[in-house]
C-alpha cells in the first residue's frame, strides 16, 4: 500500500500569497485522516475534490487559531449534510471544550457522534492502533501544548507465491500459517522453509507531522528512519532568534533535524507570510538534507515513492 498525503494548507497564522493555514489529508485504507484544520479547510477540500464525508479521523496538534479554526465549520457542515457515520477527534486539552461551548451557543446538536480523545503534551504515546495503522502523538515544544502525529502502517504478512500452493498442494489453513512466517510439512514429511514458499512483504511506511515546534533533539529517537517527515519551517536563517522566541523552527534547522533522524524525505512547511518566495527555503535546507521538498497546497505525496 502506498499512503497518500494531500497538502490543504501550508502556510503559518494568516493566509498569504494563495497559501492557506495548515491542513493535510492522508489517505488510509479506512478513509481519509485530517491532520490540522486551519480556517477555510472545507473549501480547500472541495477546491481539489475530496470528499469530506470520507473523513473519518481528525489530529489536531494544538488550539492556535492556524491549526484549529476551521474544525467548527467543518462540523458544522458535517451537520448540515446528514452526517450519521461517527468522527474520531483528537488533540490536546481543550479541544472539546471549545466545540461543546460552539455548539451549545449556537444552539445546534450534532447528527453524528463525535469521540474525543485527549492526546499528552508532555509524553509520546500510542493513541490509535487500527489492522492497518498505528498512530503515536509526541510532545513538541511550542508556546502553548502541542502535540505532533506519527504514523506508521504495520508489518504486513508474508506474500506467497501462487506456483508453491500448487507445486506442494498447500492446504488453505496451511497458507494461513505460512503467511504469519510458518514452515510446510507435505505429505510424504518433506519440511519445506517459510523462505522458499514466500515473499517478504514490502515495508512498512511511515509519516510524521511535526507543527509547531522549535528544534527538539528531543524527537529523535521517535523520528528515526521515517519515510516522510513534515517538518515546520516557519522560518529563514535571517530569522533565526525570532522563530527560537516564538517557538518555531528555520528552514535550516528542519534539514538538521532530517539529516540526524535519517529520514527519507524532508517536507517543508508553515512558511511565515513575511515570505512569498520559497525557494530560499530549499537554499537553505538542502545543502544540509538533500532530500527536502517545498509542500504546496494541491499537491499529493505518494510515502514510499521516491520523487525525482
Ligand atoms: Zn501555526
Ligand atoms: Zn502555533
Request: with cysteine; hydrophobic share 35%.
Amino acid at each position: 500500500m502506498i499512503l497518500k498525503l494531500c497538502i490543504l494548507g501550508s502556510n503559518s497564522a494568516k493566509p498569504a500569497f494563495n497559501r492557506h493555514p495548515s491542513a493535510q489529508l492522508l489517505q488510509v485504507e479506512e478513509g481519509y485522516y485530517l491532520i490540522d484544520c486551519g480556517e477555510g479547510t472545507q473549501m480547500q477540500l472541495m477546491r481539489y475534490r475530496y470528499k469530506s464525508s470520507k473523513i473519518c479521523r481528525i489530529f489536531i496538534t494544538h488550539l492556535h487559531g492556524d491549526h484549529f479554526l476551521g474544525l467548527p465549520g467543518l462540523l458544522d457542515s458535517f451537520v448540515l449534510s446528514g452526517r450519521v457515520a461517527p468522527i474520531h477527534l483528537y488533540g490536546p486539552k481543550g479541544v472539546d471544550d471549545i466545540l461543546r461551548f460552539h455548539f451549545q451557543l449556537t444552539g445546534g446538536g450534532l447528527s453524528f457522534p463525535l469521540h474525543f480523545q485527549e492526546v499528552p503534551t508532555h509524553e509520546a504515546s500510542i493513541i490509535l492502533e487500527t489492522e492497518r495503522i498505528s498512530v503515536q502523538s509526541i510532545p513538541l515544544e511550542h508556546r502553548v501544548p502541542c502535540a505532533g502525529y506519527i504514523f506508521r502502517e504495520k508489518e504486513k504478512e508474508r506474500n506467497i507465491l501462487s506456483e508453491k500452493i500448487k507445486q506442494y498442494n498447500i492446504p488453505y489453513p496451511a497458507i494461513r500459517a505460512i503467511k504469519k512466517g510458518a514452515d510446510f510439512e507435505t505429505d510424504s514429511g518433506e519440511l519445506i522453509a517459510n523462505e522458499l514458499l514466500t515473499k517478504a512483504p514490502p515495508k512498512p511506511l511511515s509519516y510524521a507531522y511535526c507543527s509547531d515546534t522549535s528544534y527538539s533533539e528531543f524527537l529523535l529517537p521517535y523520528l528515526h528512519k521515517i519515510d516522510l517527515l513534515y517538518h515546520e519551517s516557519t522560518y529563514l536563517n535571517d530569522c533565526a532568534s525570532m522563530a527560537a522566541e516564538r517557538g518555531h523552527t528555520t528552514a535550516a534547522e528542519a534539514a538538521r533535524l532530517a539529516q540526524k533522524a535519517e529520514v527519507r524525505q524532508l517536507l517543508l512547511g508553515h512558511y511565515s507570510s513575511r515570505y512569498r518566495d520559497l525557494q530560499p527555503f530549499l537554499d537553505e535546507s538542502r545543502p544540509i538534507f538533500a532530500s527536502t521538498y517545498l509542500s504546496k497546497e494541491g499537491q499529493e505525496w505518494e510515502i514510499g515513492r521516491l520523487v525525482e
